[in-house]
Nanobody, 122 residues
Framework: QVQLVESGGGLAQAGGSLRLSCAAS??????YTWFRQAPGKEREFVASISWGIDNTYYADSVKGRFTISRDNAKNTVALQMNSLKPEDTAVYYC?????????????????WGQGTLVTVSS
């Protein structure tokens, strides 16, 4: 059984940085992706990385500010968030799929973490 556990959320000021981590247990899957959901809004794609090939894909809204990476030895996926904006405030979710897809579509993902809250103050 695959389990994903996010950590690293919290409060940051605009322009600041936070680093989220997703710890994966169980079998290694092919694609790991961060999504986020702001209050009153739909869950949206943030960034994706493939395991082994190291391809990455970013939403336009975070490109150049966020970096997704993986640590094979620790079986974790990180999201380094720099130059944070108030509009980055959301619950951030880690998701995974056995497909090599880098897909922004929620339906492609079989496994989800419980989420971690990021709040960016202006």
């Amino acid at each position: 059984q695959v389990q994903l556990v996010e950590s690293g959320g919290g409060l940051a000021q605009a322009g600041g940085s936070l680093r989220l981590s997703c710890a994966a247990s169980g079998r290694t899957l092919s694609t790991y992706t961060w999504f986020r959901q702001a209050p009153g809004k739909e869950r949206e794609f943030v960034a994706s990385i493939s395991w082994g090939i190291d391809n990455t894909y970013y939403a336009d809204s975070v490109k150049g500010r966020f970096t997704i990476s993986r640590d094979n030895a620790k079986n974790t996926v990180a999201l380094q968030m720099n130059s944070l904006k108030p509009e980055d405030t959301a619950v951030y979710y880690c998701a995974a799929t056995p497909l090599y897809s880098l897909s922004p579509a929620l339906m492609k993902y079989d496994y989800w973490g419980q989420g971690t809250l990021v709040t960016v103050s202006s």
